[in-house]
Structure formats: C-alpha cells, structure tokens
C-alpha cells in the first residue's frame, strides 16, 4: 500500500473520477466526494478499507469542514488535496446575469477556498502535503469567445495557488495548479456546462462557437484522462512538484502562444512602460 492519503473533490466523474480509479489502483488510501454520494459509489464499485466516499456541498463550508473530518478520522491524516470539483459556464460578458456569474464564482472559487481552509491546520500540523487545484489551460490564457466567466474563475485559481504557493512554503506543504487543456470527459455535457439562460441573438459567433462545443468537439476531445490522472500522482511523488502543470498538447501551444503574446507587447511598448517613473 502507498500510505498518502489523498482526497479528491468532484470524483463521480471526469478527470477526477479517473484519478481517483487509477489511485485505487496504485494502492493508495483515498476519500473522494461528490455532490450525490450514490452516483460516486455506482462508478466506484470497489467500495473498501482504502476507500472513502463522502456526499459533500462544496459551497456549504460545513459541509466541507465535516468531509475534511470524516477523512482525518478515518485514516488518521490527509496528505494530497485535489481541488477537481467545479463546471463550465459558456455566454459572452453581456448575456451571463449576475446570477449565474456568482454561481460560477461559488463553485469554481469559493468552493475550492473552503478546501483548502478546512484542510491547512491538519496538513500545517503535520508539517506536509500537497495541494493540486484544478484550473484550465483558459486559467492561463483567455482570448477566445464565450469562456470569459469561466476563464475569470479560473484565472482565480491559478491566481490564489500562486500565493498559495509562497504562503505554506515554510510548513514543508506544496501546491501546484493544473492547466488541462481539451480531454475526453464529459465537461462538454449537461451538468458539467451551462449556458446562458438568456441569450443575445446579435453574438451570432458564440452561437456558432456554443454549438461548435457541444456537438462537434464534445466526444472528440483529443486529451486521455487516465493519462492525465497518472500525471497528477506523478507530481505527487517527487520532492519538488511543478507550480505550473500544463496537460495536452493543446495547452501546451496555448500556453506557449500566450507568452509569445505577452512578450511582443512588452518589447513593442517598452518605452512606454518604462516611462513611467519619477523624475
């Protein structure tokens, strides 16, 4: 048995639920939660010793400080978070309502904070850990139509594990953020993607670039989530894990793309950013 216990939220499906299948298989303990408790069990039949499944709300903080407990009583410590729970929200700037902007925001982010409060004093007592918050390759870059809520929330991601980063450094704890780019999981599907309720005829284009998503890229996903699964456990292993974790090739080019982007206006308005000092 590997003795890291590992807890996964959002793992009755998608890459978290791959994870946590290939965990059980590599013999470590793991508690993974899910909103419904009977859709986790039915995937993960294997219900054993090494395996806690817990009915969890990731935006009720009492639900998550009991799901945190329920783990450290049950196997006597947590070692690895992963912060996988979490959905897409589609719409341009002006159709998304403010409701549907704060739900993104609930689950996406708060959700995620609630995490990673209710677990610190456990992991700084023991002096390790590992925290992995899933974000997106649209975590990193976002110029592209109808994703710029969802981006927003996960450039929050990216953002706080940064800080994060640096904050537990020196209680011997990690973090790392993950950027998926496109894997063949039902992200693409009703219950993992919204959107808007009240949509603007006149953005012809998100139209297109919506259907485009839900028919013709849904289910051709060029991205193995078994493969990104044992990614993760091997960042797991090492004594000096990436901050940045990119996974796909297509995360990889858009990443690269970005920095490309940034670094041209930076030498293109180099004099004007420099000009701005004193004297």
């Not at 303990?29 to 294997?46: F, H, M, P, Q």
């Not at 998550?64 to 589609?90: K, L, P, R, S, T």
């Not at 974000?135 to 969802?150: H, K, L, M, Q, R």
Request: aromatic fraction near 8%; include cysteine; proline fraction near 3%.
């Amino acid at each position: 048995m590997n003795r890291n216990v590992w807890f996964v939220t959002g793992a009755s499906k998608g890459l978290g639920l791959a994870l946590v299948k290939q965990l059980l298989a590599s013999g470590y303990y793991v508690a993974a939660t899910s909103r419904d408790i009977k859709s986790l069990e039915k995937e993960v039949s294997n219900v054993t010793k090494t395996f806690l499944p817990i009915e969890m709300d990731l935006v009720n903080e009492q639900s998550v400080q009991e799901a945190i407990e329920a783990v450290v009583a049950h196997f006597g410590q947590i070692d690895v978070i992963v912060n996988n729970a979490g959905y897409g929200q589609m719409g341009t700037l002006e159709e998304i309502s403010d409701a549907e902007i704060r739900a993104s925001f609930d689950v996406n982010v708060f959700g995620l904070a609630h995490v990673i409060r209710k677990a610190m004093p456990y992991l700084r007592k023991q002096k390790s850990g590992h925290i992995i918050n899933i974000s997106s390759i649209a975590g990193y870059t976002a110029n592209f139509p109808v994703w710029g809520i969802y981006s927003a929330t996960k450039f929050a991601v990216t953002a706080f594990t940064e800080a994060l980063a640096a904050d537990i450094k020196s209680f011997g704890i990690k973090a790392t953020v993950v950027h998926p780019g496109y894997f063949k999981t039902n992200f693409l599907k009703k219950g993992s993607l919204a959107v808007p309720a009240n949509p603007i005829v006149e953005y012809t284009e998100a139209r297109q670039i919506q259907e485009a998503h839900l028919r013709e890229i849904d289910d051709n996903q060029a991205g193995d989530p078994i493969k990104a699964a044992n990614a993760m456990i091997k960042i797991s292993e090492v004594m000096d894990p990436p901050l940045h974790l990119f996974l796909g090739q297509d995360a990889y080019d858009m990443a690269c793309k970005k920095m490309e982007q940034v670094k041209t206006d930076l030498e293109a308005w180099k004099d004007v950013t420099v000009s701005t000092a004193l004297g």
